[in-house]
């Protein structure tokens, strides 16, 4: 079994493992810190791409388009721009949202993709 691989069954793991529940108005940083432990096998928040493209100042930035990371045809012709709606809607069905992206993990928890977007969105603060 390759790394991505390895990185995909644990994610894919994890994810269904966690409880599903109401998710609340706005997410709390510190557990979607937490929670993008598991993220971190595939995408970083310091500007640098892995398995997945890095995550480094997401909000705003229009879909497929870090420089260096090889995407999906799909997501490089996706007009979306990422902010607390579109990145809830795709973290909960990436291949519903952009059919053919090779993002395979879903977050079926509405609070962790709360949390997870008030984390990301707290990494553009003062940008």
Not at 36 to 46: D, G, I, L, N, P
């Amino acid at each position: 079994m390759n790394r991505s691989t390895s990185a995909f069954l644990t994610l894919a793991t994890l994810a269904c493992a966690v409880p599903l529940g109401a998710a609340r108005a706005d997410g709390d940083i510190g557990r979607g810190k937490a929670a993008f432990a598991q993220c971190a096998a595939c995408h970083s928040v310091t500007g640098a791409n892995g398995v997945g493209p890095h995550l480094d100042g997401v909000f705003g930035r229009e879909a497929g388009k870090v420089a260096g990371f090889r995407y999906s045809p799909n997501m490089q012709k996706s007009t979306t721009k990422w902010d607390d709606k579109t990145l809830d809607e795709f973290l909960a069905a990436p291949m519903r949202v952009v059919p053919g992206t090779t993002m395979p993990i879903n977050v079926p928890n509405a609070q962790m993709r709360q949390d997870l977007v008030a984390y990301l969105k707290s990494l553009n603060a003062g940008k």
